[in-house]
């Protein structure tokens, strides 16, 4: 990766449990406020950079920062998703485009929902999550797992087991050659598939979260709030 490596695998997931979202102003000084998002790149110039981010309220808020030059547009192409550490000058007008120094961007691994009747085989590996909430159609998570050049990701609907209420999803990863470094991975999962036509209240997402003992989260589909 080309740009900002100012994150080391390790403080990415520290930052990432300090959290600001949606330009609420936190971690302010000075007129200065920093934000971590998951966020979709939306335009290239040749002196900028713009990424839609989706406010609590489901509204549409565009950044743009004039560091365009120090991504890696092969990486980052128009529509990807990307997991920013940002500045901003608190008091911008957020109906118009709001300018932001890029401090760090990673790439977001995005996953597909797979409905099922029976949820297969499950190899949890081993997790720890750092953030989990539901926004816009997506899961979004960051979690902390180990270092291997050859793990897959997968996400389960199981149709037989959810209700009127409650969907039920099931994260599964595999992985070979673990070592024990750990990583900071950005996941999002797309489960538009199931909250389109209000379907369901709440998503139980089962992971192997080392930081619990139930294993699942229960995510509100009324509601954008991190947990």
Known sequence: MKVFKILSVLSFAFLAMTFTSCLGGDNEYNGQATGQDFVTVATYSPQSITFSLTNQNGGIISLYSNQAAKVDETQYPVGSRAFITYSYQVGQDVSKAVKIDLMSINPVTTIPLYSVTQVPGISYGRISTSRIYYLANYVNMILSVQKSNNRTWNCYFDS?????????????????????????VALSVDVSSITSGNRFKTIRFHINDQNGTDHTYDLALTTNTPV
Not at 165 to 177: G, P, R
């Open 160 to 184: 037989a087991s959810s209700n009127g209420d409650v969907a039920e999803l099931y994260l599964d990863t595999k992985a070979t050659d673990e070592t024990p470094d750990l990583i900071g």
